[in-house]
């Protein structure tokens, strides 16, 4: 049984850091393409940042370019997001996400990816 568990999550001011990770188990991952997600109260789920087929090639997503980076452990199962210059509107429940069969142009569609974690809360106030 695939399980995804995120931690790191917290409340942070304006322009703060925080660092998601993500625990994968019950399965090999390494050649696996993870991702993380994102969503506010009352929108839609929203791609952050995703890592193609083990260490392949990284997508973010226009409003987080430049200030998250997404790194992963395959020897550990761990992914990470490591968000910097948070703001408000990073705001969010943030899940990450396991695909084993996605092709490189589904990346960023939540529907394409097979197992979820519950998520971890980000809040950016003063």
Do not use: H
């Amino acid at each position: 049984q695939v399980q995804l568990t995120e931690s790191g999550g917290g409340v942070v001011q304006p322009g703060g850091s925080l660092r998601l990770d993500c625990v994968a188990s019950g399965g090999r991952f390494s050649q696996s393409t993870m991702a993380w997600f994102r969503q506010a109260p009352g929108k839609e789920r929203q791609f952050v940042a995703g890592m193609f087929r083990g260490y392949g090639r990284t997508s973010y997503s226009d409003s987080v370019n430049g200030r998250f980076t997404i790194s992963r452990d395959n020897a550990k199962n761990t992914m990470y997001l490591q968000m910097n210059n948070l703001k408000p509107e990073d705001t969010a429940l943030y899940s990450c996400a396991v695909g084993f069969r996605l092709i490189l142009s589904q990346m960023q569609r939540d529907v394409a990816y097979d197992y979820w974690g519950r998520g971890t809360q980000v809040t950016v106030s003063s």
